[in-house]
C-alpha cells in the first residue's frame, strides 16, 4: 500500500448497490438533454454546408425571416469575433464564418415557433458558395502542395518549409536507436492505416437555452462537463461566467464526445435574439457529419527484437488528422505508443494535420488506441517470426515500477505484470483453437488525471446525508461515490445521496473525462467525510464536555479516544445530526483540490475470432478483459467499463469508418450505413479485475474507463492475421479488405 493509505477491510466499497438513477432510467423518468421544456420555448434549427470546402461568399436569410412563426435568424457575423485561437476554433466549428471547412460545417440557424416552421425556414436561406480545394487524408494533407484548410496555425515546434496544414509537432524518448536495432536478430517495420470512427452514443446532442432581457441566461444541456460548457459559452458569448447557469441532464453516452460544444452558442444566440427560450435537438445525420469523431491516422513502425524476445529498440512516427482545427492528439499517442514497454532505446514522432473533416473529440483515451494498435501488431509479428509466445515476450519486456517510461516519467506502482500474468495462467489462453481461427493479444495504457474537484457534503437532521458533486455522471460514478462517502462516515449506502450540480451550486470542475471522476471526485468526498467527521467530533466532545482531541470516530459514531476520556456511550451520526440545531447548527463537509497522483493504467485483451475464407467475415469467439482497477469500488461499473471499451473497440477494428466520397462528402452519415457493434455481433466478454493499489488515492483507486478501448484494435488484428495467415495493417478490418490480403 502507498505511504497514504491504511490497510484496511473494506464495508461496503467494492459491493454491488443497485445505481440510484436505475429506476429512472428504467422507467422513463430520467430527464435527459431533449427533454428539457419551456414555456413559449421555440425551436431551433441549422443550415449546413453541402461542400467540403467552401468560401462563404454571401448569405441571404430576407425569406426566411418573413416567414410567419420565424423569431431569430443567425449567422457567423451575429458572432463577435474572438482573439484566443482556441476559443475562435470552437466558436467557428459550431457556426462558419468566412469559409465551410468541411461537409456539415454550420452557416446558418433559426429558431421558429415550430419545427415545420424551422425547416421551411432554412430552406429560404441562400448561400452562395465558392468551393474550394479540398483534402480529406492525412498523408495528402501534408503533401506541400495540398490544398490549405487553414493558414498561420503551425505551433513553433513545426519545422519550416512544411504544408501549412502542418499544425504540430512532438518527439518523446531515449536511448540509442541505431545501436538498439543493430543488436536486433530481427527488425520489422511496417506501415498501418486507421480511419475516423465515432463514438456512437445513442443519445444526439441536445440543448435549451434562456436568455433574458437582463442578459442572464440559463442553459440546460447533454454534456460532460457543464463548466466547461459554461465557460466555452461566456466567453463565446462575450457574458460574464456568473451570468450564466448550466445544468447538466441525464446523459445518453458521450464516451469523450461531449466534452465540447456544437449548438450551445447558436441556441444562446438565438435566444437571445428572439427573447425566448430555444432548444436544438441534433439529428442522427448532424451528430456524423458535425460533431467530433476520432482522429485518423497514418503511422510506420519499426521494431528490433532478438531471437530470444527481448526488444532492443523501437520508433513510431504517427501522424494524425483531427479534422478542420488544430489539435494536440499526436502527443497523447506518441507518449502512449511504447509504454507498455521497459526499453533501453525508444523514440517516437508526432505530427497533427488539418483536413476537410469535422473536429475531431475525445473518444475513451484519445490518441492511444491507433498507436498502440500499430506497436502491437509489430511485436506480434515479430513474435510469430521468431517463433516466440508472444504473452512470455510481452512479460519480458513489460514495464514495472521503476521503468523510465518511454514518454518521460519513472513508473510508480503499476500493474502490467499482474495482468499479463493473470493473462498467462488463464484458460483462455491455452484453450484450443480451430480451423480458420486465431488468437490474438495486446496490451493496453492510459495516463489517466485527477484535475480541480470540489465536493460538498451535507448531514441531514435525519441522520442522512446528501453529496453534491459536479461531474455528470456518464459510467456509475453516483454510485462510486456514495459508496465511499458511506465508507468513510461508516453509515450505509442507502442513506447518502448523491447529485449533480449546477454551475452555480459549487466550485468549478473538470470535465467527466481521463477517467478522472471515481478517482478525484472519490478522494474529494472521502477529504469532505473527513472534514464532516471532525466536525461531528467536535460536537460530541462540546456534548460531552471534553477536549475535541479526546474523541475518535468509529463504525459512524463518536467515541471517546480513550479510558482517560471518560466513559460515554457512542454518538451516533444520527444523533450528532439530530441535535445539531442546539449545538451549533449545520453540519458539513466541504473539500476543494486540483488532484494529481492518479495514477496509470494497464490492461491485457485476449480474443479469438474465426475468419471465414470465402467471404472475409470475422466472428469473435472469445473475449477476455484484464485490467488493474487499483480498488474496484463498485465492481459492477468496473466490469461494465471493460466490457464496453472492448465492444468499441471490436467496432472499431471491424467495421466502424467515416467514408468520404471523392466530392469530400461523408458517405455513411446513419447507423444504418456506419455500423456498430450489436449483441448478436459479439461473444460475452469476460473480466478480470486485478487491484494493484494506486498510492495516490486514499483507497487505491485507479481511473478504468479509458484503457479498455486502447487494446482491442491491435488484439483483433492480431487474432485476424493469425486465423488468415496474412498481416493487415489497415482499419477497419472488413470483409473486402480481408479478401483482398488473402487473395494477395
Known amino acids: 500500500m502507498g505511504s497514504n493509505q491504511v490497510e484496511r477491510e473494506f464495508r461496503y466499497v467494492g459491493t454491488r448497490p443497485n445505481r440510484p438513477d436505475g429506476v429512472d432510467k428504467v422507467t422513463g423518468r430520467a430527464q435527459y438533454g431533449a427533454d428539457m421544456t419551456a414555456p413559449g420555448m421555440l425551436t431551433g434549427a441549422i ?52 469559409t465551410a471547412l468541411y461537409d456539415g460545417h454550420a452557416v446558418a440557424a433559426v429558431a421558429a415557433t415550430t419545427p415545420a416552421i424551422a425547416r421551411a425556414a432554412l430552406a429560404e436561406i441562400i448561400v452562395e458558395y465558392e468551393p474550394l480545394p479540398h483534402v480529406t487524408d492525412v498523408d495528402a494533407a501534408m503533401k506541400t502542395d495540398a490544398p490549405v484548410v487553414l493558414t498561420g496555425r503551425a505551433l513553433e515546434t513545426v519545422p519550416a518549409g512544411m504544408s501549412q496544414n502542418v499544425t504540430n509537432h512532438c518527439e518523446f524518448g531515449h536511448g540509442d536507436l541505431d545501436a538498439g536495432f543493430a543488436k536486433a536478430d530481427l527488425v520489422i517495420e511496417r506501415s498501418f492505416k486507421t480511419t475516423a470512427t465515432h463514438q456512437g452514443y445513442i443519445e444526439p446532442h441536445a ?27 461566456s466567453t463565446i458569448m462575450q457574458m460574464e461566467a456568473s451570468q450564466l447557469r448550466v445544468t447538466a441532464s441525464e446523459i445518453g453516452g458521450g464516451f469523450g464526445g461531449k466534452t465540447t460544444v456544437f449548438i450551445e452558442p447558436v441556441a444562446l444566440a438565438l435566444s437571445r435574439k428572439a427573447g425566448r427560450p430555444v432548444k436544438i435537438v441534433m439529428k442522427r445525420d448532424e451528430v456524423f457529419r458535425a460533431t467530433g469523431p476520432t482522429v485518423s491516422s497514418s503511422m510506420d513502425i519499426r521494431i528490433g527484437m532478438t531471437k530470444d524476445g527481448r526488444i532492443t529498440a523501437g520508433e513510431a512516427t504517427l501522424r494524425y488528422s483531427g479534422g478542420a482545427y488544430p489539435c494536440g492528439t499526436v502527443e497523447m499517442g506518441a507518449q502512449a505508443a511504447f509504454a507498455a514497454y521497459d526499453l533501453d532505446a525508444v523514440r517516437t514522432f508526432g505530427w497533427n494535420a488539418l483536413t476537410n473533416r469535422p473536429k475531431e473529440a475525445a473518444y475513451r483515451a484519445p490518441g492511444a488506441p491507433q498507436a498502440i494498435y500499430a506497436v502491437e501488431s509489430v511485436v506480434d509479428e515479430l513474435c510469430q517470426k521468431l517463433s516466440l509466445d508472444p504473452l512470455n515476450v510481452r ?42 481461427q486465431g488468437r490474438g493479444l495486446s496490451c493496453g495504457f ?54 449533480i450540480a449546477d454551475t452555480n451550486s459549487l466550485g468549478y470542475n473538470d470535465v467527466t473525462d481521463g477517467s478522472r471522476v471515481t478517482f478525484s471526485v472519490g478522494l474529494a468526498t472521502i477529504k469532505a467525510a473527513q472534514d464532516a467527521i471532525g466536525k461531528m467530533t467536535a460536537r460530541a466532545a462540546q456534548y460531552w464536555g471534553i477536549d475535541a482531541d479526546a474523541v475518535k470516530w468509529v463504525d459512524g459514531a463518536a467515541v471517546p479516544a480513550g479510558l482517560n476520556a471518560g466513559k460515554f456511550p457512542p454518538l451516533s451520526l444520527a444523533d450528532i445530526a439530530a441535535m445539531s440545531p442546539q449545538t451549533g447548527g449545520p453540519i458539513a463537509g466541504h473539500y476543494e483540490v486540483n488532484v494529481d497522483g492518479a495514477g496509470v493504467s494497464f490492461g491485457v485483451h485476449l480474443v479469438d475470432v474465426e475468419v471465414d475464407p470465402e467471404t472475409g467475415f470475422t466472428k469473435v469467439l472469445r473475449y477476455t478483459v484484464f485490467q488493474d482497477a487499483g480498488k474496484a469500488v463498485h465492481p459492477d461499473y468496473v466490469e461494465g467499463q471493460m466490457q464496453g471499451g472492448a465492444v468499441q473497440g471490436i467496432g472499431w477494428a471491424l467495421n466502424e469508418e467515416y467514408v468520404y466520397g471523392d466530392d469530400g462528402r461523408l458517405q455513411n452519415p446513419s447507423f444504418l450505413d456506419y455500423r456498430i457493434p450489436v449483441a448478436s455481433d459479439l461473444p460475452n466478454i469476460e473480466t478480470v479485475i486485478l487491484e ?12 478504468v474507463g479509458e484503457t479498455p478501448i486502447v487494446p482491442p484494435l491491435a488484439a483483433v488484428a492480431n487474432a485476424v492475421s493469425r486465423a488468415t495467415g496474412v498481416r493487415l495493417t489497415e482499419l477497419p478490418m472488413s470483409p473486402p479488405r480481408i479478401l483482398k490480403a488473402m487473395k494477395g
Not at 208 to 223: F, I, N, P
Not at 454 to 475: A, M, R, Y
Request: hydrophobic content about 35%; proline content about 6%; charged content about 20%.
Open 47 to 98: 443550415l449546413r454546408s453541402p461542400h467540403a470546402h467552401a468560401r462563404i461568399k454571401s448569405i441571404d436569410t430576407s425569406a426566411a425571416e418573413a416567414i410567419p412563426g420565424v423569431r431569430a435568424v443567425i449567422t457567423g457575423a451575429d458572432f463577435v469575433r474572438l482573439d484566443d485561437e482556441f476559443t475562435r476554433d470552437v466558436q467557428e466549428n459550431c457556426m462558419a464564418r468566412e
Open 395 to 436: 512479460l519480458r519486456n513489460a514495464a514495472r515500477k521503476g521503468t523510465l517510461s518511454s514518454y518521460g516519467p519513472t513508473f510508480n506502482d503499476i500493474g502490467l505484470v499482474a495482468t499479463l500474468e493473470a493473462a498467462t495462467n488463464h484458460p483462455h489462453y491455452t484453450a484450443p483453437l480451430g480451423p480458420n
Open 207 to 233: 440543448c435549451l437555452a434562456s436568455v433574458t432581457a437582463d442578459g442572464k441566461a440559463d442553459l440546460w444541456c447533454c454534456t460532460q462537463g457543464q463548466f466547461f460548457v459554461r465557460t466555452l459559452c
Open 446 to 499: 492510459w495516463f489517466n488525471f485527477g484535475g480541480n474537484t470540489c465536493v460538498s457534503l451535507n448531514i441531514n437532521t435525519d441522520g442522512t446525508v446528501g453529496v453534491t458533486e459536479g461531474n455528470p455522471d456518464i459510467g456509475g460514478s453516483r454510485a462510486s461515490i456514495s459508496l465511499m462517502a458511506a465508507e468513510e462516515l461508516g453509515i450505509p449506502y442507502e442513506s447518502i445521496r448523491t447529485i
Open 692 to 703: 494493484i493499489p494506486n498510492p495516490g488515492h486514499p483507497y487505491g483507486v485507479r481511473g
